[in-house]
């Protein structure tokens, strides 16, 4: 089974997973890390510790980070390139839609690259304007 990161700036990803619960219920298999004040070095240090621990459990993880090339997604980026997590993917410009989708998808998909495609493809569909 593949787990979630939420790794996002602040304390977005706290509000994406109180969003989530919200709507579709606790996600065992859902974990939330915030670059805060404390600093990039913190947040390395936390994010290497969620890695490993996650791991242990689970064979992949789907990463979710708010911006494209800020440092949630360059720290995550970096140790994907080391090739230390060959099964583990990253996407970017996460939203409640991609975060529920992943959630539940993560529950009956198998292959996490037809994960990440449905979450992005959730992800994209849920932005909108209205035309009145």
């Known amino acids: 089974m593949t787990a979630l990161i939420v790794a996002t700036h ?15 219920g606790e996600h ?4 939330f890390i915030q670059l805060d004040n404390n600093g990039v070095e913190t947040f390395q240090k936390n994010l290497m510790e969620l890695i490993e621990t996650v791991h242990k459990t689970y064979d992949s993880i789907l990463f979710l ?20 997590y060959p099964n583990d993917r990253l996407l970017s410009g996460v939203n409640l839609a991609m975060y529920i989708e992943a959630a ?7 292959d996490i690259d037809e994960l990440a495609e449905s979450a992005v493809f959730a992800g994209r569909a849920s932005i909108a304007k209205l035309e009145n």
């Open 65 to 84: 980070t708010d911006l494209k090339n800020a440092t949630p997604y360059n720290q995550i980026s970096g140790i994907l390139f080391s090739g230390a």
């Open 28 to 31: 065992k298999n859902a974990f």
């Open 104 to 110: 539940l998808s993560s529950e009956i998909l198998d």
């Open 10 to 24: 602040s304390t977005f990803c706290l509000g994406i997973k109180e969003g989530g619960e919200f709507v579709s």
